[in-house]
């Protein structure tokens, strides 16, 4: 677990818990027993630690943070161990030093690091800090600003920046482990009470007090209610407040309370069901265990509105060589001078970006009209807007053009995908790939199979995901797949709380408390009120298809609100021209403010249709909204159109802006108690009889019957999941 050698007067520690040389508690034992065997041999006058294959540590066992007290706690005094040594203590560090790991580097007198290696104090992330003294040393080695940055963002740096602010003495780019050895001869006899971090004063900064309440606030604004940030930034200030001995009692304490804050929990179910998505699996047998994906040398997205721009970034950062296609000349110049922007701008975050995306070079980028350019690319992305006549003409075209193992994708965020795949000669080698907008900064990529989707495609487009550092999740094909299904009922419920006399600015304010990035009505306002104006025209629910005595309040027996279709009557689109569900300061405008017109219009509506307006509470709104989202994931997971409901929260986190540290709906709907969200959906659906979303799930109803089971548990009472497929 550690392997000790000595060689001439330097012991070497070697981590060894392949593959990332985790501190499991052997790890540390016999880390503990190394440094006390160099301590005790007069032969040795220095040690140096390093980790084996080329990593120095990744830190803690995240497995082993359930019980953690002794984990954490184990750890801190062997750092203190490490810097008490009378002997100095050198660290390699290649490849990761992160969390525990840069820890113990912390405790190291020198650190010596290779130029490709990175840093950081990923514990916030997982809704926790770094729990053995980090937030301790890291601020009286490099100051607090910097440690604040690292320490509340959990963001790994490379060498050169750390080498920058101090946290290593030295990089090099041949053999850190012998350069570490030199370097320990070398400091052989120095005294070692200035490079002790927990004597040094943490730097001073003319205005700390000041500093540090600006940063607080700006976390906490940030945070948008996640504990860890904050909880980071109060141990930071400790350190820089108090002796070294105080700050270290806060910083435990800080970090049990961390520790039993559900958060903690939320995050790092979060981080284990994002891996567990990556093991697919569909009704009809196929896996990821047994399909191999298929290389993919040439892609080819076709449709440069803003789905399309975004899709060709990602491409190009993948370094995939790509064709853009456009219906015309004219629309192919507006795309192209789009997509350059928005290239020119990612390569302006990278290093040498320019360079290494090379997207001026026709090799690797080039726009055209002519779907003959189709004929030998391996993945055609489709990005055209959302209508089905024109994406199956697109489709009978590809299957003509494209090569027979060409694997067909449509980005559509609705549409039926045997449809689609039903214009082609090939409906095997055709799948969903829904991205999100912006497509080349979300992380999420929903990849739908259809009833014929082979296997091999399935797991070419999840192979694409990764080579996009996006999350595939893989589901099947139902309206609206998973994340979009989900979001009708809880659009759809914020929609008749206005009728009833709610405000949208009062139903925004209490889902962004709760933690989403932003509310139903400013996401509609972004999104453009006519997307969803367009789709209801489709579906013959609005507009001139719509038989002539329909009831405005009620669609196929059921409750349906006009609100919407209403206000895009009065061009009212949102952003776009300058008023929506809010009014903007001009047309593309940014900045919401509650409209006087709309709260009138919305008195007027409620007058015209006999609505008494009555005062709904922030639980009401909370409730109903979140309540019926889950309710359909529930109705999705008995249907067998994803497997498990860790696939519906990685959905939700990274692609609907739900907030991380309530761990996805499935999970919150877990720590609420399936019980409690059964009877309020009960007492709201009696309340409101024609609202199909609201009538509980036969699932739902089932595990709250036999006792609320953990989520782990829940698909084990799927009987038999009758599969749409």
């Known amino acids: 677990m550690a392997q000790y050698a000595r060689g001439s007067a330097v012991a070497v520690i070697r981590l060894r818990n392949p593959p990332v040389n985790a501190l499991s508690r052997a790890v540390l034992q016999a880390l503990e027993d190394g440094l006390k065997k160099a301590d005790a041999d007069p032969s040795v006058k220095a040690v140096m630690i390093c980790g084996e294959n080329g990593k120095f540590s990744a830190g803690a066992d995240i497995r082993g943070f359930s019980a953690p007290k002794r984990l954490g706690g184990a750890l801190g005094p062997i750092v203190s161990l490490i810097e008490s040594s009378e002997k100095p203590v050198v660290a390699a560090i290649e490849g990761v030093a992160l969390g525990g790991g840069l820890e113990v580097a912390l405790g190291c007198h020198y650190r010596i690091a290779h130029v490709k290696a990175r840093m950081g104090l990923p514990e916030v992330t997982l ?7 980090g937030t301790q040393r890291l601020p009286r080695l490099i100051g607090v600003p910097a440690a604040l940055d690292m320490i509340t963002t959990g963001k790994h740096i490379p060498a050169t920046e750390a080498l920058k602010l101090g946290l290593v003495d030295e990089i090099v780019e041949e053999n850190t482990i012998e350069a570490a050895i030199r370097l320990a001869n070398k400091v052989i006899g120095q005294p070692l009470g200035p490079r002790r971090l927990s004597l040094k004063p943490v730097p001073k900064l003319p205005n700390m007090e000041a500093f540090l309440e600006e940063a607080l606030a700006k976390v906490k604004r940030q945070a948008r209610g996640c504990l860890a940030p904050e909880l980071c930034c ?34 790092q179910y979060a981080f284990f069901a994002e891996r567990a998505v990556r093991r697919w699996a569909t009704p009809g047998g196929a896996s990821w265990s047994s399909a191999a994906p298929q290389p993919v040398r040439r892609a080819a997205v076709i449709g440069l509105g803003t789905m399309g721009r975004g899709i060709v970034t990602s491409l190009v950062k993948a ?6 296609l456009e219906q015309d000349l004219e629309n192919l110049n507006k ?7 928005l290239l020119e701008r990612e390569a302006m975050k990278m290093e040498g970006g320019a360079q290494i995306l090379d997207f001026h070079n026709p090799a690797r980028l080039q726009f055209t009209v002519d779907f003959d350019l189709l004929r030998d690319v391996d993945l055609v992305i489709e990005a055209v807007f959302e209508n089905m006549a024109l994406k199956k003409e697109i489709f009978h075209k590809l299957s003509k053009i494209c090569k027979p193992g060409a694997l067909l994708c449509t980005n559509t965020s609705a549409l039926n995908i045997d449809e689609i795949a039903s214009a082609t000669n090939r409906p095997q080698q055709v799948i969903g790939t829904h991205f999100f907008s912006p497509a080349h900064v979300m992380r999420l990529l929903e990849i739908i199979y259809g009833r014929h989707t082979s296997p091999t495609a399935i797991a070419t487009a999840m192979q694409l995901a990764t080579a996009l550092k996006k999350v595939g999740v893989v589901v099947g094909n139902c309206f609206g797949f998973v994340g979009n299904r989900m979001m009708f009922p809880y659009v759809q419920q914020a929609v008749f709380l206005l009728e009833e006399g709610s405000r949208p600015d009062a ?7 709760f933690g989403f990035k932003i509310g139903p009505f400013r996401m509609s306002d972004l999104a453009g009120l006519d997307v969803g104006w367009r789709s209801r025209k489709d579906q013959g629910l609005t507009g001139p298809s719509l038989p002539a005595g329909t009831p405005a309040r009620q669609r196929h027996g059921q409750r349906y609100s006009p609100l919407p279709d209403l206000l895009c009557e009065h061009g009212r689109f949102g952003q776009k021209t300058g008023k929506g569900w809010y009014l903007y300061e001009k047309a593309g405008g940014r900045t919401a403010t509650p409209d006087p017109w709309l709260l009138n219009f919305l008195s007027q509506y409620r007058d015209t249709h006999g609505i008494q307006t009555r005062f709904i509470d922030q639980e009401e709104i909370l409730e109903r909204c979140l309540f019926s989202l889950i309710n359909e994931g529930f109705a999705i997971l008995a249907e067998g159109i994803a497997s498990g409901p860790e696939h519906l929260d990685v959905i939700y986190i990274n692609g609907y802006g739900w907030p991380k540290h ?43 019957a036999v006792g609320n089971p953990p989520l782990k548990e829940w698909m084990s009472y799927l009987s038999q999941p009758s599969s749409k497929l």
Not at 507 to 513: K, N
Not at 687 to 701: E, I, Q, T
Request: aromatic residues 6%; proline residues 8%.
């Open 662 to 704: 309530r761990g996805g709906p499935m999970f919150y709907a877990s720590t609420v108690g399936l019980p409690r969200v059964l009877a309020k959906l009960q007492k709201y659906s009696e309340a409101h009889p024609d609202v199909p979303g609201l009538r509980p799930s036969a699932f739902l109803k089932k595990l709250a």
């Open 127 to 133: 809704g926790l800090l770094p729990g053995a003294e």
């Open 234 to 267: 109060q141990a930071v200030r400790a350190a820089a407040q108090s002796p070294f001995a105080a700050g270290v009692r806060r910083e435990r304490e800080l970090f049990q309370v961390l520790l039993s804050s559900g958060q903690a929990q939320a995050l």
């Open 335 to 341: 795309g192209r001078k789009a997509v350059m922007l």
């Open 507 to 513: 139903v925004d304010q209490v889902l962004e408390d």
């Open 319 to 324: 370094n995939i060589p790509l064709v853009a």
